[in-house]
């Protein structure tokens, strides 16, 4: 019998857009750069980690690029790098989404909302 994939612990999983319509230049170089400040925040391994994926269209091509946070269901829009780093500092290190760029949260994931905060 085959052994299963591994993958390792994460806290959130941050999926960008990259569908058809969308740029994919523009793309690449978004989930880089989360990539990259992820890994430089320290926020790519351990308890608080956040696992990074391009996934494919959305649906929401409006003010792009889009980015969806499990397990919360937060939906942010109007991406570039200064709005990924304050993503990065305020939701993903301090658990406080950045309300001005989130345009949806799903209400089946209202109910868990993760409280702890990286510790600096």
């Given at each position: 019998m085959q052994e299963k994939p591994h993958v390792?612990?994460?806290?959130?999983h941050a999926i960008l857009c990259a569908g058809k319509k969308c740029e994919p230049a523009q793309d690449?170089?978004?989930i880089q750069y989360l990539k990259k400040r992820l890994s430089e925040a320290?926020?790519?391994?351990?308890e608080f980690a956040?696992?990074?994926n391009r996934g494919g269209c959305l649906g929401v091509c409006e003010q792009g690029p889009i980015m969806v946070v499990?397990?919360?269901g937060i939906w942010y829009c109007?991406?570039?790098?200064?709005?990924?780093?304050r993503i990065i500092e305020s939701h993903f290190r301090q658990g406080r989404p950045v309300q001005e760029l989130v345009f949806h949260e799903s209400s089946a994931c209202k109910a868990f909302r993760p409280d702890a905060q990286v510790k600096a």
């Open positions: 390792d612990s994460y806290r959130r690449r170089a978004m320290g926020l790519d391994r351990g956040v696992r990074a499990y397990p919360e109007r991406l570039d790098p200064q709005n990924i780093d």
